[in-house]
T-cell receptor, first 113, second 116 residues
Framework: DVKVTQSSRYLVKRTGEKVFLECVQD?????MFWYRQDPGLGLRLIYF???????EKGDIPEGYSVSREKKERFSLILESASTNQTSMYLC????????????FGPGTRLTVT | GENVEQHPSTLSVQEGDSAVIKCTYS??????FPWYKQELGKRPQLIID?????GEKKDQRIAVTLNKTAKHFSLHITETQPEDSAVYFC???????????????FGAGTRLAVHP
């Protein structure tokens, strides 16, 4: 059974703080993703990584960066948090060998005040 | 690029009724269409998927239909139960190359409420 975990379920940060969200998967998946979920907007892709140290911008990368130093771990970084980054953040992983099923983590609800 | 539109955004039904959620996609090369269910406070989970070489797929009370000509696909839930209440997301993808990343485009979601 695939397990994707995220470092925090809830996080409250102040405007301007640097924020790290971490995601770990245990299925040796090549691909990892960070999505942002907002009501009425569905799941929007922020960044993805298809290999260690490789990353690609998704649909809404502005204000975010990512890091993938190890295959199982994918970090989302908010360099200077802003109130419009208050949202639910979902990490996901998938295998290149399979259909593009997404295995999601439990999500981190980030509030920036 | 691919765009997926999902309707309705909210759906309210009585227990035992059927529920239908519809999605349209723009890229005719899309060939894989999964549906995810997200219960309140939980992660999205795959509930059913369909590939472009079939027109319909069933799994107990849920079914998905695909019309490639019209570029739309639908989720059908029969005999709805309160535990079907959730947000449902459709998605579309192209899989046709070995290796690499298969982009998955999600619809905006449908909030289904099943009332006892």
């Amino acid at each position: 059974d695939v397990k994707v975990t995220q470092s925090s379920r809830y996080l409250v940060k102040r405007t301007g703080e640097k924020v790290f969200l971490e995601c770990v998967q245990d299925m040796d998946h090549e691909n990892m993703f960070w999505y942002r979920q907002d009501p009425g907007l569905g799941l929007r892709l922020i960044y993805f990584s298809y290999d260690v140290k490789m990353k690609e911008k998704g649909d809404i990368p502005e204000g975010y960066s990512v890091s993938r130093e190890k295959k199982e771990r994918f970090s989302l970084i908010l360099e200077s948090a802003s109130t419009n980054q208050t949202s639910m953040y979902l990490c996901a992983s998938s295998s290149t060998r399979d259909y593009p099923w997404r295995y999601f983590g439990p999500g981190t609800r980030l509030t920036v005040t | 690029g691919e765009n997926v539109e999902q309707h309705p955004s909210t759906l309210s039904v009585q227990e035992g009724d059927s529920a239908v959620i519809k999605c349209t996609y723009s890229d005719s090369a899309s060939n894989y269409f999964p549906w995810y269910k997200q219960e309140l406070g939980k992660r999205p989970q795959l509930i059913i998927d369909i590939r472009s070489n079939v027109g319909e797929k069933k799994d107990q009370r849920i079914a998905v239909t695909l019309n490639k000509t019209a570029k739309h696909f639908s989720l059908h839930i029969t005999e709805t139960q309160p535990e079907d209440s959730a947000v449902y997301f459709c998605a579309a993808s192209k899989k046709g190359f070995s290796g690499g990343y298969n982009k998955l485009i999600f619809g905006a979601g449908t909030r289904l409420a099943v009332h006892p």
